[in-house]
C-alpha cells in the first residue's frame, strides 16, 4: 500500500467493481482516455480481473484505487503499467470529477513515483496523453516528466504525446 498526506493506495479487487463502472464512464474518462464498453457490473467485474488485477503478480505493481483518507472513498486509480510498445512503465491517473481540483491526483502521482523509485527501482517512468488534456500535461510535468515527443499506440490511429522522467 502507498501511503500520502490524504491519502491511501491499495490494490484493486473484484468489489471494486461499482466504483470502476462510475470511473470508466465518465466524461473525461470516454474523452482522454476512451470507451471501454464497460456498461454493467459484470463488465465492471470482468474489466478489474482480466486487465487490472493480473499486474501485480505479472509486474509487481498496476493501478491502484485511490482511497480518501478521511472517510474511506475510493474517488480514482493512478498507479504503473508495463505496456508492450513502452521501453519503461508508464504512470496513469483517473479520478471520478466530484474530486477534480483538490491535489489528489497530484498526491497519488507523487505517492506513485515516489514508489517506482524506492521501493521498485524503477529509474525510468514514462506517459502519454492526449494534446488537448491540459491538466494531465500539467500534472505529468509537476511529477518531475518532460514530453520527449509523440507516439502512436497500436490499434489508435491517434497521436499522443509522450512523456519521460529525466
Not at 29 to 41: A, P, Q
Not at 102 to 127: C, N, S
Not at 151 to 163: A, K
Request: charged letters at 25%; one cysteine or more.
Amino acid at each position: 500500500m502507498i501511503q500520502t498526506a490524504r491519502l491511501s493506495l491499495r490494490e484493486l479487487t473484484p468489489d471494486d467493481a461499482p466504483f470502476m463502472l462510475e470511473l470508466l464512464n465518465s466524461p473525461d474518462w470516454l474523452t482522454y482516455i476512451g470507451d471501454r464498453k464497460v456498461h454493467d457490473l459484470v463488465d465492471a467485474r470482468k474489466y478489474l480481473e482480466e486487465r487490472n488485477i493480473p499486474s501485480y503478480e505479472i509486474n509487481g505493481f498496476g493501478f491502484y484505487a485511490v482511497v480518501r483518507s478521511e472517510d474511506q472513498t475510493i474517488i480514482g486509480t493512478c498507479g504503473l503499467a508495463q505496456r508492450d510498445f513502452l521501453d519503461h512503465p508508464d504512470i496513469g491517473f483517473a479520478f471520478l470529477p466530484q474530486y477534480f481540483g483538490r491535489g489528489y491526483a497530484l498526491e497519488a502521482a507523487e505517492g506513485v513515483m515516489k514508489f517506482a523509485k524506492e521501493d521498485l527501482g524503477l529509474t525510468r517512468i514514462m506517459a502519454f496523453t492526449l494534446p488537448s488534456n491540459a491538466p494531465s500535461i500539467r500534472l505529468l510535468e509537476k511529477i518531475g516528466l518532460r514530453n520527449i515527443g509523440t507516439i502512436n499506440i497500436p490499434d489508435d490511429p491517434e497521436e499522443l504525446l509522450l512523456f519521460e522522467n529525466s
